[in-house]
């Protein structure tokens, strides 16, 4: 330990209190400062309470949102041999040049955890009502909720959020990853105008539940929450 400490002074590393509770971090967890691993290692151990009391994650959906790149498509304006030095042109729905205060509202919101959250609450509802045949939302008191868990990420590229989500199989009306690629794909995104038209949900089964929990939390930091409580169903002891 005092080895490791003098090391640590010697290349200028922060020096990380660990919590008492401390349980292995994913390997691509960064931590800078003790108030990004407090952040972190909280949240985490919540999540590990959850399966604790019962929660158990079957399935992995990711998915990505739309974005206004995907409103245009090249359009090839010449034809030369083999296409060497063809030229090729942008279409819209409209003129380009009108799109530009579309592209930037739309890349502000893409950006914007609050409409996010606000887009996150459909597809939540779209789950519910197609997977779980829950028909009327506001009547937990008729149907048995599943616990369902969202996290939203940027990845490396930090370009926008995409998502994902934790479902569990109790009470699923499809029960293999090939039903159930095909319902995100087909019935739940023609139902939400908020998703990618280029790229499929994909959808994964959950191998290790404990692994999947510190891998969707690794961008939880003292400025960022990945979890979102807003959206989220837990389970409440």
């Keep these: 330990m005092k080895t490791t400490s003098m090391l640590c002074y010697a290349m200028n590393y922060s020096k990380i209190k660990l919590n008492r509770h401390h349980i292995p971090i994913n390997p691509s967890m960064y931590i800078n400062t003790q108030m990004d691993y407090d952040c972190y290692i909280n949240v985490l151990l919540y999540l590990h309470k959850q399966l604790h009391l019962g929660f158990e994650p079957a399935w992995l959906i990711s998915y990505h949102y739309f974005h206004p790149t995907e409103t245009a498509r090249p359009l090839r304006e010449t034809d030369k041999p083999l296409g060497f030095g063809d030229r ?12 530009v205060p579309f592209y930037r509202y ?46 939203h990420e940027k990845g490396k590229v930090k370009l926008q959020y995409h998502t994902h989500i934790l479902i569990p199989q109790k009470n699923l009306i499809y029960n293999n990853e090939n039903e159930l690629k095909d319902v995100f794909n087909t019935t739940i995104r023609k139902s939400r105008k908020c998703f990618s038209n280029w790229k499929d949900i994909d959808v994964k089964p959950v191998a290790d539940k404990y692994g999947i929990m510190g891998y969707l939390n690794k961008e939880t930091n003292s400025k960022y929450l990945a979890f979102d409580p807003h959206n989220s169903i837990p389970i409440i002891p």
């Design 88 to 99: 090729y042109s942008f279409k819209t729905y409209c003129d380009i040049w009108k799109q």
């Design 106 to 151: 739309l890349e502000w919101k893409r950006n914007n955890i609050d409409d996010v959250y606000k887009d996150t609450s459909q597809v939540r509802n779209s789950i519910l009502k197609k997977l779980y045949n829950i028909k009327r939302l506001n009547r937990k008191d008729l149907y048995e909720f599943p616990n369902i868990f969202f996290f």
